[in-house]
């Protein structure tokens, strides 16, 4: 199993590190590690193989053997385990009185809000998309979610200008996570025929 960092956290943490100085970059890096510590636990309990785990701002990404074909119970087990292991740090900091724990708490729940909203390939959408698919055909076409994730970004990105400067890495991970979504949307057909020649293979 492979463990990296994504280059544009490189970026963000400078950002964070002029904006709230060193413990803000020490506690957001500690709390995305907790979060991808979450989905690894799932993953392990549901007999997924991880190949890969990259830290990203908003949480991480792993790359796990043939997701598609695991139930889905543990596809959504899998997308929730980020946001439990962060709400546990949450209510530990909550009651658990410490020096920096308003801030824990204050980067926590930003860290929840922004893993549970209903859009690609965060969190909630994740376990969205495994709830909304069918069964018996895990494989189908996500351009409806995907462009339903990009207006969404694009609109609170601009909604966000308007709190400038307090709102710059919200806006940052805006147009990272649009970015992301229309990389996938411009290559979903070969990622369709690429799962129709897999599911021909195992028949």
């Known amino acids: 199993m492979r463990f990296r960092l994504h280059p544009i956290l490189l970026p963000v ?3 964070l590190a002029v904006m709230g100085g060193l413990a803000a970059y020490a506690i957001v890096f500690g ?15 549901n007999r997924m193989r991880v190949r890969s785990i990259t830290i990203l701002p908003y949480g991480g990404e792993l790359e796990i053997a043939g997701r598609a074909d695991h139930t889905r119970r543990a596809r959504v087990l899998l997308a929730l385990g980020g946001p ?22 204050r980067i926590q729940l930003l860290i929840l809000f922004v893993n ?27 351009t409806a979610f995907l462009l339903f994730s990009i207006a969404f970004l694009i609109v609170g990105a601009a909604m966000l200008v308007t709190g400038l400067p307090e709102t710059a890495l919200l806006i940052s991970l805006a147009v990272f996570l649009c970015l992301q979504n229309i990389s996938v949307f411009r290559f979903r057909r070969y990622r369709r ?11």
Request: net charge negative; no cysteine.
């Open 13 to 15: 943490f400078i950002l």
């Open 31 to 45: 709390s995305l590690l907790i979060h991808e510590a979450g989905h690894l636990a799932a993953a392990k309990a």
């Open 84 to 105: 439990i292991a962060t709400a546990v740090l949450l209510v530990v900091a909550m009651t658990v009185p410490f020096p920096g724990s308003f801030e824990v708490v």
């Open 116 to 142: 549970l909203l209903p859009i690609l390939p965060l969190d909630g959408g994740q376990a969205l998309l495994a709830l909304a698919e069918r069964e018996e055909s895990r494989y189908f076409d996500h």
């Open 193 to 203: 025929i690429y799962e129709q020649l897999k599911r021909k293979d195992l028949t």
